[in-house]
């Protein structure tokens, strides 16, 4: 054989092992998701027993967010296997309160969670004591030979009496079928793990109200960023060129005054005024430029990066990765977004230095941009309190993108912000 094909035969055999033991660690994880499952279930009867007394209505909220945490683990778990994510069907339900266990009822999601449940109980548990258990058994059969002789007579490590060399060889035959039908756990976990994502996903009227939700905060985030950019727009306009005008306003009526009195140097306030004019004219033309960057819309949005990355106040380094065409709205989303978080690293974060990433990835076959900007300032960036980010999250909702944000007090500061490329 050439180098190439045991090359090619080594990485089959090591894959072939590693999806084995992958998939013998998630059905063991299985029987103990199963264990706790048995646990949540007699919980859960116990509860509705004492409810008809009044007792198990104090403790229903408790389990009932128990229960819907150990979805939420599930989903995780059956979503790597199955290399997907799983949606959660929790809608507007948090905590152990008595108006979410309603809710959680109300949706549907609990009656499949308790199906999940129970599938684990009487799937789960059994596939994850069958994956040791076949292979313990199979190594006990096929390594019977090595040992059967020195067994003391009339005792045996099998469940039939081994005497002979044949008998001894059957049994490792034995081992090997075991072997082979244990060898079949991803096919088992795959099978499992499709029949939980089932259950744990959104029905289809779930489904419907989530896309509704979703696009119900689209559009509100879509208002939201296009009255903040009119008011950026409106405040640079007046912050700076309207300034200018009423300088040249004031400088024109000063030199009309003076020519009426024949007073004064009227040429020295024309002057004037001809410089707060081009002033305003060059105010004018960086507010249209910040509505959308020339070199944005000429070159792309890497080369517009790339100048607000050496415009930036403080230290900052770009990199950029698997670059292709996105649409223009994604172009404009990006840049503003990256411009925003620039200028609150140089305002707010403290920091010495700041990067910025652009990656184009696949995810399930739909093409993603992730712009990524981080510090080394103190941190403390959160989201729900509108520490800088709001207007970054109002255009990321208004395209159906994601914002991630990490910044623990200390720093360092790492925000993600992610836009599918398809128009």
């Not at 945490?69 to 199955?82: A, I, P, S």
């Not at 200028?343 to 712009?371: C, D, F, M, Y």
Request: with cysteine.
């Amino acid at each position: 054989m050439s180098d190439g094909g045991s090359r090619v035969a080594r990485s089959a055999v090591t894959s072939a092992i590693v999806g084995q033991v992958r998939a013998v660690r998630y059905l063991v994880g299985d029987l103990l998701a199963g264990l706790v499952a048995l646990v949540f279930l007699t919980a859960s009867v116990a509860v509705i027993a004492l409810s008809v007394v009044g007792v198990g209505l104090l403790l229903v909220g408790l389990v009932d967010l128990l229960v819907r945490r150990w979805c939420d683990r599930e989903r995780t778990r059956v979503g790597r296997r199955l290399g997907r994510w799983t949606d959660s069907p929790y809608f507007g339900e948090a905590g152990a309160r008595l108006s979410a266990v309603r809710a959680h009822a109300a949706s549907g999601a609990l009656i499949r969670d308790i199906g999940a449940l129970v599938v684990r109980v009487f799937v789960g548990i059994p596939l994850g004591a069958a994956a040791i258990m076949l292979l313990l058994f199979a190594l006990n059969y096929a390594l019977n030979p090595l040992y059967w002789w020195a067994l003391p007579d009339g005792e045996t490590a099998v469940m039939f009496e081994v005497t002979s060399w044949p008998e001894a060889f059957a049994s490792m035959l034995v081992g090997i079928a075991a072997f082979a039908l244990w060898a079949t756990a991803p096919y088992a976990a795959v099978v499992d793990a499709k029949l939980v994502a089932a259950l744990l996903s959104p029905s289809r009227a779930q489904e419907h109200r989530r896309r509704a939700e979703i696009e119900r905060t689209r559009r509100e985030s879509a208002v939201s960023a296009h009255s903040a950019e009119l008011r950026r727009i409106e405040r640079d306009l007046h912050d700076a060129a309207q300034n200018r005008l009423v300088a040249v306003a004031m400088y024109v009526g000063m030199a009309q005054r003076q020519l009426e009195t024949e007073s004064g140097d009227p040429g020295m306030a024309l002057t004037k005024a001809g410089h707060a004019a081009t002033d305003a004219i060059a105010e004018v033309r960086r507010v249209i430029q910040g509505i959308y960057p020339p070199v944005l819309a000429e070159e792309g949005l890497v080369p517009a990066v790339g100048v607000l990355v050496d415009q930036s106040q403080i230290p900052t380094r770009l990199h950029v990765e698997r670059p292709a065409p996105t649409p223009a709205s994604v172009d404009t989303a990006l840049y503003f977004s990256i411009t925003e978080l620039l200028t609150n690293i140089a305002k707010h974060s403290g920091a010495s230095e700041a990067t910025v990433e652009l990656r184009w990835h696949v995810v399930e076959q739909v093409p993603w941009v992730t712009a990524v900007v981080g510090d080394d300032g103190h941190g403390g960036v959160d989201p729900g309190r509108g520490t800088g980010v709001t207007g970054v999250e109002s255009r990321v909702n208004a395209l159906g993108g994601s914002l991630r944000v990490s910044s623990p007090p200390g720093g360092p500061t790492r925000i993600e912000v992610s836009l599918q490329c398809e128009s």
